[in-house]
């Protein structure tokens, strides 16, 4: 930005970027709770950092849907930040489980009515696609903490079944409060190991084996046992 209000000679511009975007976001946890999160608060927000309507532009050019994107990372952050100290590999998997969302939903807890206004916004239709890329990146986030490494479809399935425990438990801790939240998460862990349990003694891929088998007959004549 051509006329940045602090950016120094030797500072790079990126760096005053990455700052600059972190102090408009603070500016916003203020003032979300009186005006919601739309252009309104993108535009309150920047002007409290001294930016022009040009410079707002630059630096946040979706404007409220990159805000939301701001503030959803820094919760993600400050989850690791929780973590950090944590040893997931002296836990079982459905306590890293159970730490890992304890963590993210605490991680939002300190500016609770601006992490409401702003699920509101990524409520709306029109932001939905945001809404779920930013639910997966915090399920890829908690789920590589705890140790996943697959890659195969059990990649995919594991950070959809996360990601549908996360929305509804992150709503009951900005609205019931920390307890009944994590009771609810305890509940869900426990219902999807009990599927999990039973999935094991399955064997999904016959019905596949089996077409597959009457197919390879059929195109090479081979006859059946």
Known sequence: MTDAPHLSNSEPEGNWADQMEQAVLDAAIARAPALGWNSRLVRAACADKGLSKGDEELLLPNGARDLAALLS????????????????????????????????????????????????????????????????????LLWRWAGDT??????YSKR??????????LTMRWFDG???????????????????????????????????????????GAKEA
């Not at 697959?150 to 990649?155: K, P």
């Not at 939240?181 to 891929?205: P, Q, Y």
């Open 73 to 140: 990372r820094r919760h993600d952050d400050r989850a690791m930040a929780i973590l950090a100290d944590v040893d997931p590999k002296s836990l079982k998997i459905r306590e890293r489980i159970a730490r890992a969302l304890s963590a993210r939903m605490e991680a939002g807890a300190e500016h609770i009515e601006a992490t409401k206004r702003c699920a509101a916004f990524l409520a709306l239709p029109v932001n939905a696609d945001l809404g779920l890329k930013l639910t997966w990146e915090t399920a890829d």
């Open 150 to 155: 697959t890659t195969d479809w059990n990649h």
């Open 160 to 169: 959809a079944i996360l990601s549908g425990i996360l929305v509804p438990a």
């Open 178 to 220: 920390r307890e009944a939240a994590e009771a609810f998460v305890a509940r869900r862990i426990e219902n999807v190991m009990a599927f999990e349990k039973w999935k094991a003694g399955k064997d999904f891929d016959a019905p596949l084996r089996k077409v597959t088998d009457v197919l390879s007959r059929m195109r090479y």
